[in-house]
Structure formats: structure tokens, C-alpha cells
């Protein structure tokens, strides 16, 4: 499959771009960037050809991965799925609704595959862990933690300048990774309370279709010496208390399996479970906690 770039930031540059020039069933097909000279940065160290209209890298491609901010991605997400074009979105698939919507309604019209890259639904032991989980009843409670530190003085992160992330802080960026891994288990959810916390620390309590309750405590300005990078999930239930285990691939390994999982979704025609409709439902659940925390 032939697959096109969309995006030249760190997030592109550190997972998206090595991801496709190394996996064996693709062929990385070139970059488009709204900086002309990124893109060309970025697509030099891979050989791959630098498309200064986005149109003609949509002509020549099978697919896109797309790397933009979010409100950027969904307004390219529904061009490319109109171009008849395979997407491999990142979360959050957009920051409303209609946005959201507007993409999953263009996959649907296109006939197109789509898979969204929530980071931890990707690494094997987790999948695994969470397959597991999901065959169990009986759940009473869950707890859902991320305790970063990226807008923290002295944290160094590359992501600290984005300027979504600054606006829209923890609940959007690393709460889609909490969810991605709450409802597979616990079944769909209604955002019960939201508080906002310090800086953009933000609570959440959500009530699951299997009757348990969540609480997710979210934050991207955790002092450093506090921060702990990820998620932590804790299960409660008739079957005891379970821990989801460690992430030990890095984030670009588990791109390479998203890639895959695109790939096989093209294939067989098979709506894989992280598509964009799954990313509508995420970013319909953050708009109803950020409605509630102000």
C-alpha cells in the first residue's frame, strides 16, 4: 500500500515517518506539510518526494497518515476519504463533534478504512490484557490515572509547544488514551461529573453500560517530581483487582502495528474496533466532561 504523509511536527518526525519507511508492507509515498521546507526536512532522510499541494500526494497514494493538529486533521481526514483514500488518524480525531462526525460520515460515503491510533491499544501484552478483561463480568469500579508533566517547568518535552495541546490540555490529549482503554472493557459510557482541577488537571466520573463506575484523573502539569508518564488502570470487581501491565514497545513499534491493522482493514473490508466511528464516540464523551467542567 502506498502511503502518504500528512504533518512534518515532532509527533511525524519521531513515530509517524520511521514507522512507514520501515514497515515491510508499505511503501512510504511522500510528505505534504503546510510548511513547504519541513516537509522537505523531514522527507530527505527517507528518500521520499515532498508534495507542495496536497491534492496531487492524494492522487498518488492508497492511504494517508495523518499528523496535524486535530481540527486541521478532521478538515484533511474528510478530503482525503473524499479522494477515495484509506485513513490512519490520530487521536483526538477532531475537537467537536461535527468535526468528528463530519470524518466518519466521509469514511462511510468513500467506503474507505479507517483506524485511529490510540497509542496503548496497540501494544500486545495490553491488547492482550484488555481482551482478557473484557470477557470477565461483574466490574464495580474502575480507576483511570495520567499524571504527566509536559507543560511542567523543566519537563523538556517536544510536545510542550503545540499550541492544541496548551489550549485544550489533559482532557484532550491523554484522556482519548483513557478511554481507549475503559470502554473496551467496561462498555460504553455517560459522562456523570467533570470538575477542573489546577491548571488543567481535570476529574472525571463516567457510568459504564455495565454498570461500573470510572473516575479518571488527567493532567499534562504535574510537577516532575510527581509526574507519571501513562496511563494507570485499576479493575475492581466480583473477579478481584487487576492492574493493566506496563507499555513495553515504543510508541513508534506500536504505529508499525496500526499500520497493520489499516492494512488488514482495507483487505477483508472488517471495521477494525478503534475506526473513526470509535474516535467520534471518544470525542463525543470529551465534549460532554468539558462541557460540565466549566
Aim: contains cysteine; negative net charge.
Amino acid at each position: 500500500m502506498r502511503i502518504g504523509l500528512l504533518g512534518t511536527g515532532p509527533w511525524a518526525q519521531r513515530v509517524h515517518a520511521p514507522a512507514l519507511a520501515s514497515h515491510p508492507e508499505v511503501e512510504f509515498a511522500g510528505v505534504w506539510g503546510r510548511r513547504p521546507s519541513a516537509a522537505a526536512e523531514l522527507a530527505q532522510p527517507y528518500g521520499v518526494p515532498v508534495f507542495e499541494d496536497v491534492d496531487e500526494l492524494l492522487a498518488s497514494v492508497d492511504a494517508v497518515s495523518i499528523a496535524l493538529p486535530p481540527a486541521v486533521q478532521a478538515e484533511y481526514a474528510v478530503r482525503a476519504a473524499e479522494a477515495g483514500k484509506h485513513l490512519l488518524l490520530d487521536k483526538p480525531v477532531a475537537l467537536t463533534v461535527d468535526q468528528a462526525r463530519a470524518v466518519v460520515e466521509a469514511t462511510e460515503r468513500a467506503e474507505v478504512a479507517s483506524v485511529v491510533f490510540f497509542t496503548l491499544r496497540y501494544h500486545p501484552d495490553i491488547a492482550a490484557w484488555l481482551t482478557e478483561q473484557g470477557a470477565r463480568d461483574g466490574w464495580f469500579t474502575a480507576r483511570a490515572e495520567w499524571f504527566g508533566s509536559v507543560f511542567a517547568p523543566g519537563s523538556g518535552s517536544p510536545y510542550a509547544d503545540s499550541p492544541w495541546r496548551r489550549e485544550k490540555g489533559a482532557l484532550w490529549d491523554v484522556g482519548p488514551h483513557a478511554l481507549s482503554v475503559l470502554l473496551p472493557v467496561l462498555g460504553d459510557g455517560e459522562v456523570v461529573s467533570a470538575s477542573a482541577g489546577p491548571l488543567d488537571a481535570v476529574h472525571l466520573v463516567i457510568r459504564h453500560a455495565s454498570g461500573a463506575l470510572s473516575n479518571l484523573t488527567l493532567s499534562l502539569t504535574m510537577p516532575v517530581a510527581g509526574a507519571v508518564e501513562g496511563v494507570v488502570l485499576e479493575l475492581r470487581g466480583e473477579a478481584g483487582r487487576f492492574l493493566m501491565p506496563e507499555r513495553h514497545e515504543s510508541p513508534q513499534e506500536a504505529y508499525a502495528r496500526s499500520v497493520s491493522a489499516l492494512l488488514r482493514s482495507a483487505a477483508d473490508g472488517t471495521a477494525h474496533p478503534c475506526d473513526a466511528a470509535f474516535g467520534l464516540r471518544v470525542v463525543e464523551l470529551l465534549a460532554d466532561a468539558e462541557r460540565l467542567a466549566s
